[in-house]
């Protein structure tokens, strides 16, 4: 049984004075919104609905704790990205989610969501790059590795791991596939490194 399996909703947040304070420890999942974030929370759970995905990406506008006992917290993040928003409603989110990533003191890890196939977007580098200051740990899932060929998904997964080596060497990445479930224990691993009390 991992850490993930004991996930349950805790509450959903819209503004930084509503982030709880529980003395614990979170782990941050963010990504584009089209990217799997959602898919990828809910496969390390087990759980088909626990983080709602949708056709309409983007959906995930406000700031939601999942608790996974013992003081330890999955945070989703809302994704980042997509055009179809109110420019009023972006703007909310990305103060939301600039300050809660450069001052969250419980937040231990990111992970950042990025799709196998087009991964290091210019919106993935802004997001790497405004939270390295915090000089916590990222780890990169790179989802949908199953619309690759093993070959094509191992050199994918090497550039990236050469890339971030040498422009975000802060960073860990994997392969990860929601449809296939592969990747779900290795990232369980580092996310549950990073939980453990210090």
Same mark, same amino acid.
């Given at each position: 049984?991992? %850490?993930?399996?004991?996930?349950?909703?805790?509450?959903t =947040?819209?503004? *930084?004075?509503?982030?709880?304070?529980?003395g614990g420890?979170e +782990?941050a999942? =963010?990504?584009?919104?089209?990217a799997?974030?959602?898919?990828?929370?809910? &496969?390390l759970?087990?759980y &088909?609905?626990l !983080?709602?995905?949708? /056709?309409?990406?983007?959906?995930?506008?406000?700031?939601?704790?999942?608790e *996974?006992?013992e003081?330890?917290f999955l945070v989703?993040?809302?994704g980042y990205?997509?055009?179809? +928003?109110?420019p009023?409603?972006k703007?909310h989110?990305?103060?939301?989610?600039s300050k809660? #990533?450069?001052?969250?003191?419980? *937040?231990v890890?990111? =992970?950042? %969501?990025?799709d196998?196939r087009?991964? @290091?977007t210019? *919106?993935?580098?802004?997001?790497?790059d405004? @939270?390295?200051?915090?000089? /916590?740990p +990222?780890?990169? #899932?790179?989802? /949908?590795?199953? /619309?690759?060929s093993?070959?094509?998904? &191992?050199? &994918?997964l090497?550039? +990236?791991?050469?890339?971030?080596?040498?422009h @975000?060497?802060?960073?860990? !990445?994997?392969?990860?596939?929601?449809?296939?479930?592969?990747?779900?224990?290795?990232?369980?691993?580092?996310?549950a490194?990073?939980?453990a009390? !210090?």
């Open positions: 049984m991992g %850490i993930f399996s004991q996930a349950k909703f805790f509450t =947040v819209n503004h *930084l004075r509503d982030l709880p304070a529980h420890r +782990v999942f =963010v990504g584009r919104s089209n799997g974030k959602s898919s990828a929370i809910n &496969t759970a087990n &088909t609905r !983080a709602f995905t949708s /056709k309409t990406p983007g959906r995930t506008q406000h700031i939601n704790y999942f *996974l006992g003081g330890r989703d993040l809302p990205g997509y055009a179809k +928003v109110p009023e409603s703007k989110w990305e103060s939301l989610l809660y #990533l450069l001052t969250r003191e419980s *937040l890890g990111l =992970v950042i %969501i990025m196998a087009h991964p @290091f210019e *919106l993935d580098e802004a997001m790497l405004w @939270f390295a200051p915090t000089g /916590k +990222v780890h990169i #899932l790179l989802t /949908k590795s199953d /619309k690759l093993r070959q094509q998904a &191992t050199l &994918t090497n550039r +990236v791991k050469s890339y971030a080596a040498e @975000f060497p802060h960073c860990s !990445a994997q392969l990860f596939s929601s449809l296939k479930k592969q990747g779900a224990e290795e990232a369980e691993a580092i996310i490194t990073w939980l009390a !210090a």
